[in-house]
């Protein structure tokens, strides 16, 4: 439970520093979506790692969720809260660094061996490969599946709104209520 404190904590100290040296403003949202992206990035490698390693984990996670939504911003990608970056960039960070950070120990009280070690304890590229080729696995297997099942869902019945909807939004019709009760549109 600490190391995902210390690498939450830093994640999101992180991103608040990165976003204000690009933008030269303080992105509260921005730091929070750090926070979670240092939770998602050491939820794979906690119980394999030292809390030194956790604490850069948690660094590398929040530049990648800042640098991600950026990046996907940029190639048009619509992910309006950066759920992407948060889950996806973050989940295969977390599952990589298990193949750098593992340090050997988790398991020593089981009777099976050999222990994960990651490459900077020692271990070679082995469980480095391995984390990769389960990360790109899993990221084909996301995109895949999604990329599928939403173009079905396309083509059968729309997963779009109107433009018009888009500006108005849809919290008053999908859930009763403003999400942000004091942003008002203009309708022409």
């Known amino acids: 439970m600490k190391r995902k404190v210390e690498s939450e904590k830093l994640s999101a100290f992180a991103a608040l520093m990165l976003v204000f040296l ?3 403003k303080w992105d509260v949202g921005m730091m929070l979506n750090g926070c979670l992206a240092g ?4 939820t794979a490698p906690c119980a394999w790692v030292e809390a030194w390693a956790a604490v850069v984990i948690g660094l590398i996670a929040g530049v990648l969720v800042v640098l991600s939504v950026y990046t996907l911003e940029g190639l048009g990608v619509d992910d309006p809260v950066g759920a992407v970056s948060v889950h996806g960039t973050n989940g295969l960070w977390g599952l990589i660094s298990v ?3 593992a340090d050997g120990t988790y398991g020593n009280y089981a009777t099976v061996e050999p222990f994960a070690k990651g490459l900077f304890y020692g271990g070679g590229t082995g469980q480095l490969i391995a984390q990769l080729i389960g990360a790109a696995t899993a990221a084909i ?3 895949g599946l999604g990329f599928l099942l939403f173009k079905i869902m396309d083509l059968c019945f729309g997963i779009r709104v109107s433009p018009e909807e888009e ?4 919290d008053v019709p ?3 209520t403003p999400a942000y009760p004091n942003f008002y549109t203009i309708n022409s």
């Open 22 to 24: 690009k933008t030269k």
């Open 39 to 42: 939770l998602v990035a050491i």
């Open 99 to 101: 193949g750098l950070f």
């Open 141 to 143: 297997w996301a995109f």
């Open 167 to 170: 500006l108005k939004g849809l």
């Open 174 to 176: 999908e859930h009763g």
